[in-house]
């Protein structure tokens, strides 16, 4: 399974508060994600370096995500 699968799994959103920020792309997002649950470790102590996300803009990630039904989905197509 490719990452090109994971391209269109959501669009990249500015919050509108803070419109100056440019959103992490998909795939640091998903990097930081994976290791995040992968090594269990708590979100703040995620680190932006090796090409993960902030720790933050992952868990909001994971979660609108989560809420939307692409987590689960994805999920799904991880296992199988």
Same mark, same amino acid.
């Given at each position: 399974?490719?990452?090109d699968r994971t391209a269109p799994v959501g669009s990249e959103t500015r919050h509108? !508060?803070?419109t100056d !920020?440019?959103?992490i792309s998909n795939y640091p997002a998903l990097?930081?994600?994976r290791f995040v649950l992968s090594a269990g470790i708590p979100w703040m102590t995620l680190s932006t370096k090796q090409g993960r996300g902030h720790s933050m803009a992952c868990w909001q990630r994971l979660r609108e995500r989560t809420q939307t039904g692409v987590w689960p989905m994805f999920f799904c197509l991880?296992?199988?």
């Open positions: 399974m490719g990452l509108f !508060r803070f !920020r440019k959103p990097n930081g994600i991880l296992l199988s």
